[in-house]
C-alpha cells in the first residue's frame, strides 16, 4: 500500500510515483519518504528524500535512498544510519536487510559512546569494511576493521566476530590477550568460551610466552537458585622452581531458608611465588 498527497501512474512504463508525506506499508515494514517510486514491473520500491524505514518490531534506519524489492523481500538503503536512544549509533555506505536472513553494511562505522558536546565527535568509534548479522549463528561477523581513537586510527585487525546484543550465551573465542613483562616475556594469551547450559560455563584459557611457557588455565562457573560455585584452576609448564607449578581456587556462595548466607573458599598453590609471576 502506498500513499501520499500527490501521486501520478504511467501505465505504458507501469510505474507509479507519489510524492509529499510519501509512505509505503506491507507486513512489518513501512517507508516515509519525500518520494516513493513503484516499479511493476521490477517490484522494487525506492524512497529518496529523508528516507525513514522501520521494520522487525520497532526497529528503524534512516537513509538517502532505500529500494525495496517486494519479491525478494530486500531492502537495500544507500548512506544509511541507525542512532539509539543510548548514543548507540551505525553508519554506512550501503546496507542490505533481508527478511529473515543475514544483514550486510558495507563501509560502516559504529560507535556506542555518545557525541562530545565541545568538538562534536566521538571518543572512540570502529570503522568497518563489511559487517554481517549472521541469523542462523545469531552472530555479528565484521571484516577488515580500523579503531579510531580521537580521530586518529591506532589498530586494525581483520577479523572479528561476536554475539548478537540479544544472545545471552553464546560459544566462542573471545578477544586475545598480548603482552609482556619482565617474568614471562611476551605473552599471548587466547581464551575460549563454552556454555553447559543454562547456568554453568566454562572459560579455557591457553598462554604461551616467549620465554617457552605454556600455561594452561580454566574458569568454571555454576549458578543455581540459592548458590553460586567457582572453580579456577592452571597448570604451567615453567619449572624455574624446580617443579611444574599450578593453582585451585575453588569458591561456593550459598543462601539458606532462614537468608544466612555462608560461604566456601579453598585456595591452594604449589609456590608461593607462581601467582605473582603469572597472569592470574
Known amino acids: 500500500i502506498i500513499t501520499g498527497d500527490k501521486g501520478t501512474y504511467n501505465e505504458k512504463t507501469e510505474i507509479a510515483v ?25 517490484k522494487n520500491i525506492t524512497a529518496k528524500g529523508s528516507v525513514l524505514v522501520e521494520y522487525e518490531k520497532n526497529k528503524k534506519l534512516s537513509a538517502d535512498e532505500i ?16 542512532d539509539q536512544d543510548d548514543g548507540t549509533y551505525i553508519r554506512a555506505k550501503k546496507m542490505l536487510v ?14 556506542s559512546c555518545t557525541v562530545n558536546e ?30 579510531n581513537f580521537m580521530g586518529v586510527d591506532i589498530f586494525y585487525w581483520p577479523y572479528m566476530e561476536q554475539p548478537e546484543p540479544k544472545t545471552k550465551k553464546l560459544d566462542g573465542w573471545l578477544l586475545p590477550q598480548i603482552g609482556s ?15 553447559l547450559g543454562e547456568q554453568q ?4 584459557q591457553p ?9 594452561l588455565g580454566a574458569n568454571y562457573r555454576k549458578k543455581r537458585p540459592n548458590s ?38 579453598i585456595q591452594f598453590a604449589n609456590n608461593e611465588k607462581y601467582l605473582k609471576k603469572h597472569i592470574y
Not at 18 to 42: C, L
Not at 181 to 195: E, V
Not at 207 to 215: E, F, M
Request: charged fraction near 30%.
Open 228 to 265: 553460586y560455585t567457582e572453580v579456577e584452576a592452571s597448570h604451567s609448564t615453567d619449572n624455574s622452581y624446580g617443579t611444574k607449578m599450578g593453582h585451585l581456587f575453588i569458591s561456593n556462595k550459598y543462601v539458606a531458608k532462614n537468608k544466612w548466607r555462608y560461604t566456601t573458599q
Open 201 to 204: 560455563d566454562i572459560i579455557l
Open 118 to 147: 565541545e568538538n562534536k565527535n566521538r571518543t572512540w568509534l570502529l570503522k568497518i569494511k563489511k559487517i554481517v548479522r549472521d541469523e542462523a549463528n545469531q552472530t555479528i561477523i565484521m571484516r577488515d576493521i580500523t579503531l
Open 181 to 195: 613483562n619482565t617474568n614471562l616475556g611476551a605473552f599471548i594469551s587466547n581464551s575460549y568460551y563454552k556454555t
Open 18 to 42: 507519489v510524492e509529499s508525506n510519501a509512505k509505503a506499508k506491507k507486513e512489518d515494514k513501512t517507508i516515509w519518504a519525500n518520494k516513493i517510486t513503484y516499479d511493476k514491473k521490477t
Open 207 to 215: 598462554t604461551y610466552t616467549s620465554k617457552n611457557i605454556l600455561t
Open 98 to 111: 533481508y527478511n529473515k536472513e543475514n544483514d550486510i553494511a558495507y563501509d560502516a562505522e559504529y560507535s
Open 67 to 82: 529500494v525495496y524489492n517486494d519479491v525478494k523481500e530486500l531492502v537495500t538503503g544507500y548512506k544509511v544510519h541507525q
